[in-house]
């Protein structure tokens, strides 16, 4: 099992930035993937962002690429989303999730764990 707990959200005026976090623990991630979906009201849950814990190989949604960062810190067992130049259409429910895998994955039922997730409110 793997437990994540997503930290950072807020309230941020168009244009501004956040720094998301998700703790990660219950086992070694030396085999996993770390990524960020978020959702908004009405809406599918959508991938933002993907990174190897093995290697830190990303992937980002095309929403994503240019404004968002994503990394990971081995020592701390935490994953970061730096989310920059920030839009309302960016304001959701981030959410943390881990699969058991180094495979590209984009679609939301292909991860096994997810955190309880981080509000984001973007103002404009």
């Known amino acids: 099992q793997v437990q994540l707990v997503e930290s950072g959200g807020g309230l941020v005026q168009a244009g501004g930035s956040l720094r998301l976090s998700c703790a990660a623990s219950?086992?070694?991630?030396?085999?996993?993937?770390m990524g960020w979906f978020r959702q908004a009201p009405g809406k599918e849950r959508e991938f933002v962002a993907h990174i190897t814990w093995n290697g830190g190989t990303t992937y980002y949604a095309d929403s994503a690429k240019g404004r968002f960062t994503i990394s990971r810190d081995t020592a701390k067992n935490t994953v970061y989303l730096q989310t920059n130049s920030l839009k309302p259409d960016d304001t959701a429910v981030y959410y943390c999730?881990?699969?058991?895998?180094?495979?590209?994955?984009?679609?939301?039922?292909?991860?096994?764990?997810w955190g309880q997730g981080t509000q984001v409110t973007v103002s404009s």
């Open positions: 219950g086992r070694t991630l030396l085999d996993y993937t």
């Open positions: 999730a881990a699969r058991r895998s180094n495979n590209w994955a984009n679609i939301a039922t292909m991860w096994a764990y």
